[in-house]
Structures are given as structure tokens and as C-alpha cells.
């Protein structure tokens, strides 16, 4: 894939854009506008992370394999991250457990969803599904350790 030197002009105004009503936000000027200042505050939002999961995209063509696929990894670990954290300051003491209910909604989909729709898919092309070892046991064996870590360790702790 050949990439163009320039980037497209929308993933550098969002961001822009995501601080100035961050800005407006943090002053209070916005917070007269009422919920169209929420409308907007929240399509910043929305914008400033596909720009930046844009720009991650384009380092990670950059770079190449294996390290694009590391880059693309943290810079999507990092937006999850810092939303999940900003909810959880935002909503205080009943939002304690945010970051439990997000982990365990992900290890849900992964194991429910993206397990059923490759089965699904699979045997409706093949007929008939093998199953490989090798791919199956590194990746159970990280939805493990995050369940792990985040589910069951802290109520020892």
C-alpha cells in the first residue's frame, strides 16, 4: 500500500477542534450552550479518536510488521485506557467498578461473539471446522491472564 505524504486535512482539524471545546468545557464557557454543547463536546470526542487511531494507523504503515501491530496495539490500549479512566473520575463513587463490568464485557464478546461468528461463518463456507492449537491456546491464554488480573485478583487484594 503506497501512502501520500500529506494527511487529510479532517485528521488534523478534529483534534484541534476536540481541545478548543475542551478548553471550553474546562472555563465553563460552554456550559451555557446546554445539551447542544454536550452534542458537540461529544462529536469532539468521537473525531479526536479516529483522528488519532488515523494517525496510529499511518506510524504503524510506517514502521512495518511486527512493530506497526505494537504501535496500533498501545495507541488503542491508551484511548480505551484513558476513556474508561475519565468515566470512572466523572461518575465517583458509583462508577468504582467500571473498569471490572468494561473487561468483563470485552472477554463476553470475544469469547461469545467473535468465537460464534467465526464458527458460524466458517462451517457455513466449509462445512466443517478444524481447529488450530497453536492460534487458539496464545490467545486464551491472554484473555486468561487479563480475567485473571482484572476479575478475581482484586477481590484478594
Known sequence: MKLSSRLPVWSIICP????ILLVLQWTGDGVGLGELFDVFFVSGLIAAVLAAVYHAEVVAHRVGEPFGTLVL???????EVALIVSLMIAGGEAASGLARDTVF???MIILNGMVGLCLLTGGRRHGEQSFGLFGVSAALATLAAISVLTLVLP???
Open 105 to 107: 464485557a470485552s472477554v
Open 73 to 79: 496495539a498501545l495507541a488503542v490500549t491508551g484511548i
Open 16 to 19: 484541534v477542534a476536540a481541545w
Open 155 to 157: 477481590n484478594y487484594c
